[in-house]
């Protein structure tokens, strides 16, 4: 659901994702080796409310009604990548839907070691670079948060040409150095 969170008139809707996980999560509940990514590249540049209700409704669905405690990646932000939107300016709690909400759905549906923030690392880090993405990789370490680097390459293959993907990639590297994240 790219570029915006489940909702009750969205296509699927929050509804229909909300069947589909608990359906999966009933028929895989037994098998560690299947994890849950509830949302490739959701949301735009600004905070929504709207991802703490998407989230909460597919977490229940997980650890509730289908009562598994499989690995679950959650997305914040600008399509994945949760850079804020800033530019080269520091992610903070205003800008990253993972850093203002991210406890509480690990406090609500953990446990923590199974409740893990996904980011995408792409073109859109290139401003910042190492710097604001250790900064982020810092700020989820200081809330208790496991990170994940789901992805990294462009943010749209039709910018492959202007692109200065490795830039990113580079940085990614860079800010990771000996820090557990996969």
């Known amino acids: ?3 915006a969170y489940f909702a009750p008139t969205s296509s699927p809707s929050l509804g229909e994702a909300t069947a589909f996980f608990r359906d999966l999560a009933l028929r895989y509940r037994d098998n560690p080796y299947v994890w849950f ?5 959701p949301g735009g540049c600004r905070l929504e409310c709207a991802f703490v209700d998407a989230h909460d409704a597919l977490l229940a ?3 509730k009604d289908a009562a598994a405690d499989n690995l679950v990646v959650v997305h914040g932000a600008a399509r994945g990548t949760e850079d804020g939107c800033t530019g080269d300016a520091p992610v903070t709690a205003d800008t990253s839907p993972l850093l203002r909400w991210g406890a509480g759905l690990v406090a609500r549906w953990g446990p923590q ?3 893990v923030m996904g980011i995408n690392v792409n073109d859109r880090w290139t401003d910042g670079g190492a710097a604001k993405l250790a900064a982020l990789f810092d700020a989820f370490e200081a809330r208790g ?5 789901t992805g ?3 943010f749209d293959q039709r910018e492959l040409e202007a692109a ?3 830039t990113a990639v580079d940085a990614m590297f860079e800010a990771l ?3 557990p994240i996969g």
Request: net charge neutral; no cysteine.
């Open 164 to 166: 200065d993907d490795m």
């Open 37 to 41: 990514d509830l949302q490739a590249k």
């Open 177 to 179: 150095g000996s820090r």
């Open 113 to 115: 070691a199974n409740l």
């Open 61 to 63: 669905a997980i650890r």
């Open 152 to 154: 990294y390459g462009l």
């Open 1 to 3: 659901h790219t570029g």
């Open 145 to 149: 948060l496991a990170a994940l680097v």
